[in-house]
Structures are given as structure tokens and as C-alpha cells.
């Protein structure tokens, strides 16, 4: 999980708790904690950057989940209700992901979650000593109702079977 990202692994607990200390005060990146609902555990850390409210244009990043979460319904639901919020609560005009372009589970994540890939920046930055080539996906405004119904249909309990397997998948 930590290869993608600039920061990380921890060796220590310590190590990860000063790391999350330095950056909660942070407007930008706003860190948001995913808290398991049906056992009040946080299960992972996403966070909204690159904030620009005069043109309404918002990233998603810094987005690391437990394996706890992973390929879950509540994976689905936080970023469905980060978008929700960009979009409904605040009125931005642009949703944005942007990743490693090496990132695959990133990259397939982006476009399971209904964003458009824009195409790949070379050599977009550096970290952790070599060049990253940076992936864009987004949402825009206009697409965001489409892609709310579907998040809808999609979490909906209905969707799900008893062992909790999907119904239909959340592209359909």
C-alpha cells in the first residue's frame, strides 16, 4: 500500500501517529479518517487537496486503507460520500484523482468508481528517488447525477446478496 504513496511504510506505531500528528492541522491536504461503522474502528485515511474553492476544483489523495476495507462496500461508500460532499454540499464544478500511473489497483479503482481518464503527465513529480508519472481521472459537475444514482443503486442493502455479494456490479 505505502509504494504509491510519498510517505511511508512505518516501522512503528509511534511512527505513523507523529506522522498523522504533523499533518492534522493541515487545511490542505484535509485529512479525513474512514471509520468502520459497525465496529467504530478506523480502517483508513483519505483526504481532499490542491483546494481551489474560486474555481471549484477539489483532488481526492492520500487515500490508504486497511486491508480491512479494501474492495469493500465501505471503501465505495467513503469515496462515494467524499464525492457527495464536493458535490452537493460545497457545489464544486471538478472532482479529481490522481495517481501513480504505475499505481494499477489506483488506476482501477478511479474508473471503477465512474472517474473519466484525462491522460497521463510525464515526469510530474519525484518521490521516494525516482520520476512519477502522474495519471489524471475526474468527475465533473455535469456527470456527477448519473454517477450519484449509481452509488445509490449500487450501496442500496437490496444490491447485496446474504453473504453481502453484489448483485449487479457498481458499472452496470
Known amino acids: 500500500m505505502w509504494t504509491y ?16 500528528e504533523k499533518m492534522a492541522p493541515s487545511d490542505d491536504p484535509l485529512f479525513h479518517a474512514v471509520i468502520d461503522q459497525s465496529t467504530g474502528k478506523a480502517v483508513g485515511i483519505a483526504a481532499y487537496l490542491r483546494i ?59 474508473e471503477r468508481l465512474g472517474l473519466r481518464f484525462e491522460g497521463v503527465f510525464r515526469q510530474a513529480t519525484l518521490y521516494k528517488g525516482r520520476n512519477r508519472d502522474t495519471a489524471w481521472y475526474s468527475i465533473i459537475d455535469r456527470e456527477w447525477p448519473a454517477q450519484k444514482a449509481a ?22
Request: net charge negative; proline share 7%; aromatic share 14%.
Open 5 to 20: 504513496l510519498a510517505y511511508g511504510p512505518f516501522a512503528w506505531l509511534e511512527d505513523y501517529r507523529a506522522w498523522a
Open 52 to 110: 481551489e474553492p474560486a474555481v471549484g476544483v477539489i483532488e481526492v489523495g492520500h487515500i490508504a486503507f486497511s486491508p480491512l476495507v479494501q474492495r469493500t462496500p465501505a471503501a465505495t461508500e467513503a469515496m462515494y460520500l467524499m464525492m457527495r460532499r464536493v458535490f452537493d454540499e460545497l457545489g464544486y464544478r471538478r472532482y479529481e484523482w490522481k495517481c501513480d500511473s504505475l499505481n494499477s489497483p489506483s488506476r482501477a479503482a478511479a
Open 151 to 172: 452509488f445509490e443503486a449500487w450501496l442500496d442493502p437490496a444490491n447485496f446478496d446474504a453473504e453481502g455479494k453484489q448483485r449487479l456490479p457498481l458499472a452496470r
